[in-house]
C-alpha cells in the first residue's frame, strides 16, 4: 500500500515534466532501486507494530493510538526517503536518464508543503484503517466493505464458547469495576493465542468470549484445540500476576462445536456479521453442560470427528439432550 502510495505521488509529480521517453527509465530505476528502501520501511513499520505498538498502545483511546501511528509512519517514512534519495544520489549508480536523476535529486531536496501533507494524510489514513480492521476484524471489514454476505450463505464454521467461571460470584466479591479490569486482562492474553491459532473473534458477551475459524478442517481443529490449551496454561502462569491483582486466578468453562451455518450481514444503523444455526446453540449448552458435570472443556461429535483426523481422540462423555435440541448429543472430553 505504501509503495503504491510512493509510485502515486511520484507519477502526479511528473505527469507535467517527464516526455514520454522519460517513463520506461523511471520505471525501471524505481523498481530496480526505490523497491528495496520501500520493502525495508514496510518490513520496519510491521516488526513495529507486531512486537511493539500493539503491546505499548493498549491502553489507549482509540484516537490517541491512530494519530500516535500516523505521526511514527510520517516520520519514518520521510526520514527513509531523506536518506534512501541521499544513497540514490550520492552512493548508488545515477539513471542514465537526465530527468529520472533530476526528478530524485528534487525529491531528496525537497521539503515543500505538499509532500508533507500528502504523506501525511496517507499515514493516517493506512493507521484510521489499520485501527478499524483490528477492532473489526479484518475478515470482518472486509466482508462488510465488499457486500460478501449481503445476501446470507451458508458455510462450515468451527466455534469456541469461552465462559468466565463463577462470574456472578467473582462480580459480587471483587465488585463490578474491578470485575470488569479482570476479564479484560483475560481477552487481552487471550487475544495473542487469537492472532497465533488464525481464530476470529466473533463477538464478546459480558464474562464470554465467542472464536470462530474460517478454514474449518482437520488443521483448523488443530489449532482450536491448541489454542485453548495454550490459554489455559498462560492462566496458570500468570496465577501470581492475578492473585495479587484480584485475589483469584480465572478459570474459563469451554464448549466447542462444528457444523454448516448460515452467515449474513446484518442490520442498519450499526451493521455486523452473524452467523445462525444449531452449531452455536450446541457450542453454548456445551458451556453450560461443563459446569453441570464439573469439565473444564466439552467438544461436539461432529468436532470430534474432525479432530480423529489429525490423529487426536477425544474421551467419550455420554449422550445428552442439550436445550433447544430434539435429539440428543454425543458429548467428548479431553483424555
Not at 33 to 57: A, H, K, N, Q, R
Amino acid at each position: 500500500m505504501w509503495f503504491i502510495a510512493i509510485i502515486a505521488f511520484d507519477v502526479v509529480l511528473n505527469i507535467k515534466v517527464f516526455q514520454s521517453g522519460d517513463w520506461l527509465p523511471y520505471f525501471k530505476y524505481t523498481f530496480k532501486t526505490v523497491l528495496p528502501i520501500i520493502i525495508f520501511y514496510c518490513l520496519l513499520i510491521s516488526i513495529s507494530e507486531v512486537y511493539f505498538l500493539s503491546s505499548m498502545l493498549r491502553d489507549y483511546p482509540f484516537a490517541v493510538v491512530v494519530l500516535f501511528k500516523a505521526v511514527l509512519q510520517f516520520t519514518v517514512i520521510y526520514a527513509i526517503h531523506l536518506i534512501g534519495t541521499y544513497v540514490i544520489t550520492e552512493i548508488l549508480p545515477l539513471s542514465s536518464n537526465a530527468a529520472v536523476n533530476a526528478h530524485y535529486a528534487y525529491l531528496g531536496a525537497s521539503l515543500n508543503g505538499f509532500y508533507i501533507a500528502y504523506f501525511f494524510v496517507v499515514s493516517f489514513h493506512f493507521s484510521l484503517y489499520a485501527q478499524i480492521s483490528r477492532k473489526f476484524g479484518s475478515t470482518n471489514l472486509y466482508d462488510i466493505i465488499m457486500g460478501t454476505y449481503f445476501r446470507p450463505k451458508e458455510a462450515q464454521r468451527i466455534f469456541m464458547f469461552l465462559d468466565l467461571n463463577q462470574s456472578t460470584t467473582i462480580a459480587e466479591e471483587i465488585g463490578h469495576l474491578k470485575y470488569s479490569r479482570l476479564l479484560q486482562e483475560c481477552f487481552i492474553k487471550l487475544t495473542h493465542h487469537i492472532e497465533n491459532y488464525d481464530a476470529e473473534v466473533y463477538q464478546y458477551v459480558g464474562d464470554e468470549a465467542v472464536l470462530t475459524w474460517q478454514v474449518s478442517d482437520d488443521k483448523a481443529a488443530k489449532k482450536c484445540l491448541d489454542l485453548y490449551l495454550n490459554f489455559r496454561d498462560t492462566l496458570i502462569n500468570s496465577a501470581t500476576e492475578f492473585e495479587k491483582e484480584f485475589g483469584l486466578v480465572p478459570k474459563f468453562k469451554t464448549g466447542i462445536s462444528f457444523g454448516t451455518v448460515a452467515v449474513a450481514e446484518v442490520g442498519d444503523y450499526k451493521r455486523d456479521i452473524a452467523y445462525h444455526g444449531t452449531v452455536l446453540n450446541t457450542g453454548a449448552r456445551l458451556c453450560q453442560l461443563c459446569k453441570e458435570i464439573h469439565e473444564d472443556i466439552l467438544f461436539s461429535s461432529e468436532f470430534q470427528a474432525l479432530l480423529k483426523i489429525n490423529g487426536h481422540l477425544l474421551d467419550y462423555v455420554g449422550d445428552y439432550m442439550l436445550t433447544g435440541r430434539r435429539t440428543s448429543e454425543k458429548v467428548y472430553r479431553l483424555l
